[in-house]
C-alpha cells in the first residue's frame, strides 16, 4: 500500500464528489467502510488494500487525464502554422485580411474541444502540467 496512501483522500474526492456516477459511489462507499473497519481492527488490514489500490488509481487516473489534456490544449494553443513551409519570412497583411482569414489552429481546437470555454478553466499551465505528471510518475517507480 505504501505510497498508494498519499493518492487516497484525492480518489476519494473524484469518488464521492466530482463526477458522481454509481459504480464511483460504490466504490467510494466501499472505501470509507474498509478505512473504518481497518482502523477499529488491524486484521482487517487486509480488506483495505484492494479498495485502496482501486481508489489510488482512479485518483491518479484523474491526474493524469486532468494534465494530459492541459499538455495537449498549450501545445494546440502554440501558434505554430503547420501549413507554412517557406523558410522566408512572411509578408506584412492587413488586420482586416487576418481577421477574415481562419487558421488551422483554431479549426482544430474547435474540432477537439467544442465546450473550450467550460474546460479551459480547469486547466493547468503548462510547466505546472509537466510538473505534477513527472511527481506522479515518480511516485509510481518506486
Known amino acids: 500500500m505504501g505510497y498508494l496512501v498519499l493518492f487516497l483522500p484525492l480518489g476519494y474526492y473524484f469518488c464521492l464528489i466530482e463526477d458522481v456516477t454509481h459504480g464511483k459511489l460504490f466504490i467510494g462507499i466501499y472505501g470509507v467502510l474498509a478505512t473504518y473497519f481497518s ?3 488491524i ?28 499538455i495537449r ?9 503547420v501549413t507554412d513551409t517557406s523558410v522566408e519570412p512572411k509578408e506584412i497583411v492587413s488586420q482586416k485580411a487576418v481577421k477574415k482569414e481562419k487558421k488551422p ?10 465546450n473550450e470555454e467550460k474546460s479551459k478553466s480547469k486547466l493547468l499551465p503548462l510547466f505546472a502540467a509537466v510538473a505534477v505528471m513527472l511527481i506522479v510518475f515518480s511516485l509510481l517507480q518506486h
Request: charged share 20%; glycine share 2%; aromatic share 2%.
Open 73 to 81: 490544449q498549450s501545445i494546440i494553443s502554440q501558434s505554430w502554422d
Open 43 to 70: 486484521r482487517l488490514m487486509l480488506t483495505l488494500a484492494p479498495a485502496v489500490c482501486i481508489i489510488a488509481a482512479i485518483a491518479i487516473n484523474e491526474i493524469l487525464e486532468k494534465s494530459g489534456a492541459s
Open 105 to 114: 489552429q483554431e479549426k482544430l481546437r474547435k474540432a477537439v474541444d467544442p
Open 39 to 41: 482502523c477499529v481492527m
